[in-house]
């Protein structure tokens, strides 16, 4: 259960939730975690606002979209170059935060 889905059980019975709220629920909404008055009041706010009806399909094929990604093994040459540029990042930061221009 996610903090906002427990602040919401928390409300009172009959809500017309806002925009932001939507957003808080969609992730239970998209499990099927939303018990059916919430997923109820849910769909009523979807029926009359457009922009929440493009967040939720935008947030829904985004969830698609990471899912059918492969996972993939780093080559050993890449993994030390990436080594070797975050160290060196890492060093410039220090070097320019111990030296204030």
Do not use: W
């Amino acid at each position: 259960m996610t903090k906002e889905y427990a602040a919401f059980r928390r409300r009172p019975r009959r809500v017309d939730l806002t925009c932001q709220q939507v957003t808080d629920l969609i992730l239970n909404y998209v499990r099927g975690e939303l018990p059916p008055q919430a997923t109820l009041a849910l769909k009523a706010h979807l029926r009359e606002c457009p922009d929440c009806v493009a967040f939720l399909a935008t947030y829904t094929k985004t969830i698609q979209a990471a899912r059918s990604l492969q996972y993939e093994t780093i080559p050993p040459t890449m993994r030390r170059r990436i080594r070797h540029f975050l160290r060196t990042k890492i060093s410039e930061a220090s070097h320019s935060a111990a030296d204030p221009v």
